[in-house]
């Protein structure tokens, strides 16, 4: 899977051309409905073909520009390795596709820029978070997105984790004849009334130890940091922990034997929360500034595209599937709305989300019904 990137976006982006073509479609990952991915993908190039023959492209000319895309239809090994959407962008010399892990809708667009916006829900859906798993067993730290998870490697941590054997367990193992399995704070449950002094004094010695690792490791203290242990261990682990941003939720229970993929959707459960909970927190603001201070939003779609070009989004709201053609004159300062889709014309909420963005505004593409107003984009604006 090509890695999307803000680079990848911003290369994108600065494509200008009289026809660049754009194509979104959901993809299946296995099972019969994959044979649907073909389908798809031609119905979508039939609708381009029919569209560049509207321009007044000729045959040879519309097959040449479409041959790379074609190829991709009778590609076996190519269907074999989907995510859940393909993202395809088309000019006269440029050819490239994405396979992301985020559902697309079916769309095609001819515009003199690509579409972006469906990437951008893509991209500021890819917030970091660490996930560490606790156990006398092993202890893992992840990093993580929504749609990804990776381990970080730490010697130093396998040490600590090797190293450690709890006093109880010494007793064990001189008053056993077959010595006493590994049980420890991972296995055995405990909770923390039950633990003596010196149980906890190792335990809580471990896990600061645990700890001085883990904020060596994070290079990105404002990311949240999951826990997946049982509870006492995060309580003991959260008292010990320099790390601020440990989130109050946790997964409960004993993470050792988990694998990684359940790892990260029990993760996602407390993640998407936080998300959620920030979009609220934002839309609520929206709301709170159109009543008190209704100068610090806005909410004309022309007047978003000046803004954006001039840094004044701060955080802007618009709609998943809603396009609105035209053209914006850089010089002139001067946005004329066309509702025409043509090779010649641009989607103007794409074209303020993407400004919005390199400005460095917060941008929330998002299902219309779900925008803060009946409107398809609005914006808060910076002080």
Known sequence: MKKLELNTIINLSNFEGKTLISIYMPTFRAGIEVNQNRIILKNRLNEVEEKLSNLGYIKRDIDNL???????????????YQEDGLAIFISDDFFTYFTLPVKFKELSIVSNRFYIRPLLKYFTQLTDFYILTLSQEEVNLYEATPFEINKIDSPKIDEIVKNFVPGNELHQEATSPKGAARGGFGGRMHSLHELSKTEKIEISNFLRNIDKEVCKLIEDTKKPLIIYSVEYIYSMYKEVSSYKNILNEYIKGSPVGVQTKEIHEKALEIHSKLIEAKINEDKNKFLELKNANPQLVCEDAKELVKLSYTGNIEILFVAEDYQLFGKFDEEKFEVEVTNEETGLSTDLF??????????????????????????????????
């Open 350 to 383: 794409d074209l303020t989300a993407l400004k919005t963005l390199f400005n460095g505004g917060k941008v929330y593409v998002m299902e219309k019904e779900n925008l803060p107003v009946e409107k398809p984009i609005v914006a808060i604006l910076r002080y």
């Open 66 to 80: 479409l041959k790379p895309a074609y190829r991709l239809v009778d590609e076996t090994i190519f269907w074999q």
